[in-house]
Every structure is written in structure tokens, then in C-alpha cells.
């Protein structure tokens, strides 16, 4: 009983975290909107696609074998935490370094001071996001989410007073915007290192030993995670293609929007994932599809309800990023049944992820690439903005498929291999007593 009110507790507190994740998000890109032309929104959403891109990969590489692992016996130990940490970053430093070069290349060429400072906003911002993830990621993981959403607070509330201030000081640009939303992170991820710091050690014996363990492990899941984003990146440029800068901000917009039960769908993720892995190992496949069938009703419930939302008041509720987006409220409504569609594919990964089985997660990741950039390019020339939508929505329906096809593999895989052990046991045991 006490330990169904602790997951209760965790699960409020987990949904409070988020919607302060999801509020930052939303008011930061409202703030950018209501700052900057159709065209400059554009061009920061795209820039964003990047950060968005680099940031799942850290999470496929980084944080989903720490947390596949940190349980397992062997792994639960300072010094893997410690070789996580240093993994992080790594990563973080070299992809902050590559865009800072490429706006230094591309300002040479261009001889364009402000797509300098630009970039190197962005590789500044990048930097902090990723390490502020990796905090979330851990804090998750060892289930400390009160913690988190403290810290998550502090971080939101850093970064939107930053960005009022340069609003009211009219000093707002996009490279300032940048500067605001890695700046807001940095005071608290230092408080989380300084609160963790006993609960890890850095041994650089085993720093290098770690990593190829957990590539070995996620190798597989960075092939997804690159296949599964594809189509958040290239479906932008797409439209930048056929509707120019105006429609990709007004995409961005729309996303944005949305956006908030996307970020719903992450965090109930993040803690039932880590759940999700806890009950395959203690109470086996029943449990692990117990805690599945939990998410699914509950997100799945949540993210209709916002579709129905969508459906009724979807321009009322863009107007408020400026009046001129009242007019796509259609494409809010069907991106929203993107989100429905694609979540449950995420949802259900959850169980190869606690089968170990990586593999698994890129054909249902391929399926959604494939299918969503195919109706992607065929739908967008035809039907705009909402061409773009239903192609996420035919994606994650594929994506969906496929993982229930792969998980339902794995399971009857685990079965098999359970009643073969219980048949060699008993086996076993009638020669023992004959004998």
C-alpha cells in the first residue's frame, strides 16, 4: 500500500514538474513570437530543430543506458554514474563546438556579424540544455522528482525573467533569446552537481570501459533516435521549401502549441519508464505490461481531451501568440492527433527498453522516418501546413504498429526462454531424485 501512495505521490508530483517544463516552453516561444516577425519565428525554429535533434541523441546515447542499467547488479555503483556524467559531457562540449565553428564559417563566408553571434548563442544555450536534460534524466531515474521540479522552477523562472526584462528593455532579439534560455539553466543544474556530488565518482579507469558498454547497448537506439527525428527536422525545411519563412513560423507556432502535451507525454515518461524497467525485474513480463497498459490509459485520456480542445477553440488559442495564426487552428488540431498517435509507439517502447532489446526500437523509428517524410514531400506542395500534420499523424500510427509487433516478439521470446529454464529445472530435478 505505502508503496502504490509513493508512485501516486511521484506520479502528481512528475505532472506538476512537467507542466512547468511545458509552461517555460510555451511562454518562451510566445515571448519570441510576440517579439519577432513570422519570418525571424521561422528562423529560430529552425535553428531550435538542431538543438532538438542534438538533445534526443544524448538522450538515447546517454541517459537510456544509465537507466536500463543503473539497476542491474554490477552497474549500480558511483563510478558508473560518475563515467555517465563525463559521457555527458563530452558529448554536450563537442556538439556545442561544431555549431559554434560552423556560425564562425559561416561568417566568414558571409562576412554576416549577426549570424555569428547567433550561433554561438545557440552553442551556448545548447551547452546548458543538454547538461540541464541529463539532470532530469538522473533525477528521474533515482525518482527524486520533488527535487526536480524545484530545480525545474528555478530554471523556468530564470530564463522568462531574462526574457520579460529584454522585452521591456526592448533590447529583445533572437541571439539574446538564445542567451536567455541557457542562462536560465545554469544556476540550477551547478545546485543539482553540488546536491549529487557524494552519489558519484569519477574513475577514469572506467570512464572509457563504461562508454563502450553502454554503446554496445544504445548503439541501436542513436540509429532510432536519428531515424525517429528526422522527420521533426527535415518536415520544417520541407515547408520552408513551399510555404517560405511565414509558413514555417507559423508551423513553429502551431508546434509550439501543441507542444505542451508533448511535453505532457515526456514527462509521465520519464517516470514511467524508469517504472516500467522496475516492474520487469520484479515482478516480470505480467507487471511490465501491467504498467504499460497504466500509461497508455492515463496519457492516451489526457492527450484526447486536449485534441477535443484543439478541435473547438484551436484558433482562439493561437491567437495569442498574434492574431495573424487564428487562421490555422485546423493544423493545432490535427498535430495534436500526431502527439495521440506517436505516444503510444513511445509508450510502448517502454517495454523493450526494460526487455533490454534495442534493437527493437529501430524498426518502429525507421517506420515513422520513411512514412512521415514520404507523405511528408507528397502532402506538403498539395496541402501546406496541414499536409504537413497528417503526415505525422500516418508516421506515428506506422511507428505504433511496428513497436506492438517487435514488443509482442521480444515477449514471446522472454516466454520461451522462461518455460525452457523451468523444463531443464524440473528435468533436472526428477534425475536427482531417480538417482
Not at 96 to 124: K, N, P, R
Not at 302 to 314: P, Q
Request: proline share 2%.
Amino acid at each position: 500500500m505505502n508503496d502504490r501512495i509513493s508512485q501516486v505521490k511521484n506520479s502528481i508530483i512528475a505532472f506538476a514538474d512537467q507542466i512547468t517544463v511545458s509552461a517555460g516552453t510555451f511562454l518562451s516561444v510566445l515571448l519570441v513570437s510576440r517579439n519577432c516577425s513570422e519570418a525571424e519565428m521561422g528562423v529560430f525554429s529552425l535553428a531550435w530543430t538542431i538543438v532538438a535533434f542534438v538533445r534526443t541523441v544524448q538522450e538515447r546515447a546517454i541517459a537510456a543506458p544509465f537507466l536500463a542499467f543503473t539497476y542491474s547488479p554490477g552497474f549500480d555503483r558511483p563510478t558508473f554514474r560518475g563515467s555517465t556524467l563525463v559521457h555527458q559531457s563530452c558529448f554536450a562540449l563537442f556538439c556545442s563546438t561544431v555549431i559554434a565553428l560552423a556560425a564562425t564559417v559561416a561568417w566568414i563566408l558571409d562576412s554576416f556579424q549577426g549570424q555569428l553571434l547567433f550561433g554561438l548563442s545557440l552553442a551556448f544555450a545548447l551547452f546548458l540544455n543538454l547538461a540541464r536534460d541529463q539532470m532530469r534524466a538522473v533525477s528521474y531515474t533515482d525518482f527524486a522528482v520533488i527535487r526536480l521540479w524545484a530545480l525545474d522552477i528555478a530554471v523556468v523562472a530564470s530564463q522568462l525573467l531574462v526574457l520579460v526584462t529584454l522585452s521591456w528593455m526592448k533590447l529583445f532579439s533572437l541571439t539574446n533569446a538564445n542567451l536567455a534560455l541557457g542562462f536560465g539553466c545554469a544556476l540550477p543544474v551547478l545546485v543539482w552537481l553540488v546536491r549529487i556530488r557524494h552519489s558519484f565518482r569519477i574513475d577514469h579507469a572506467t570512464v572509457v570501459s563504461d562508454w563502450f558498454h553502454n554503446w554496445h547497448y544504445s548503439r541501436w537506439l542513436v540509429a532510432a533516435r536519428v531515424l525517429g527525428t528526422a522527420p521533426i527536422v527535415t518536415v520544417p525545411w520541407l515547408i520552408l521549401c513551399f510555404e517560405g519563412k511565414e509558413g514555417t513560423g507559423a508551423y513553429a507556432v502551431c508546434t509550439s502549441l501543441v507542444g505542451v502535451s508533448l511535453m505532457f507525454v515526456t514527462g509521465m515518461n520519464n517516470l514511467f519508464q524508469p517504472r516500467t524497467v522496475l516492474e520487469f525485474q520484479r515482478n516480470g513480463v505480467r507487471g511490465m505490461l501491467t504498467t504499460i497498459a497504466e500509461s497508455i490509459g492515463l496519457i492516451g485520456f489526457v492527450l484526447i481531451c486536449i485534441s477535443v480542445t484543439f478541435w473547438f477553440y484551436g484558433g482562439q488559442l493561437l491567437t495569442i501568440f498574434g492574431p495573424q495564426y487564428s487562421k490555422y487552428g485546423f493544423v493545432a488540431f490535427l498535430l495534436s492527433l500526431s502527439t495521440l498517435s506517436v505516444s503510444v509507439s513511445t509508450l510502448l517502447a517502454n517495454g523493450l527498453a526494460a526487455l533490454k532489446k534495442s534493437t527493437g526500437f529501430f524498426w518502429g523509428e525507421f517506420c515513422y522516418c520513411i512514412v512521415t517524410i514520404s507523405f511528408a514531400a507528397t502532402l506538403i506542395p498539395m496541402q501546406g501546413l496541414a499536409g504537413a500534420a497528417v503526415s505525422m499523424i500516418l508516421g506515428g500510427l506506422g511507428a505504433t504498429v511496428v513497436t506492438a509487433v517487435m514488443l509482442s516478439r521480444e515477449i514471446a521470446n522472454v516466454e520461451r526462454t522462461q518455460s525452457a529454464s523451468v523444463l531443464k529445472s524440473t528435468v533436472l530435478m526428477d534425475d536427482r531424485s531417480i538417482s
